[in-house]
């Protein structure tokens, strides 16, 4: 089974949003490349962090996702 990493990427949208994908596209991908690969990269073009992790951290389900069937299977309370 291949390694895998996850990676959170905080950017600033407005930023991002006024590149041209043409000219700068390449920088702003180096740029995520050379974050990935755990490397110093220049805080410009919109990205303002990349932060590494192993593994996700593992959180419980959220009593939203409890359907309304498994809610009604459950035995009620007296």
Do not use: C, H
Not at 48 to 60: E, Y
């Amino acid at each position: 089974m291949p390694r895998r990493r996850f990676a959170i990427i905080t950017y600033d949208p407005d930023r991002i949003e006024q590149l041209s994908y043409q000219a700068e596209g390449l920088s702003v991908s180096w740029i995520i490349i050379q974050a990935l690969q755990g490397y110093d990269y220049p805080k410009e073009r919109g990205i303002i962090n990349v932060t590494l992790l192993d593994k996700l951290p593992i959180r419980p389900p959220k009593a939203k996702l409890i359907t309304a069937r498994s809610n009604a299977d459950a035995p009620k309370r007296s």
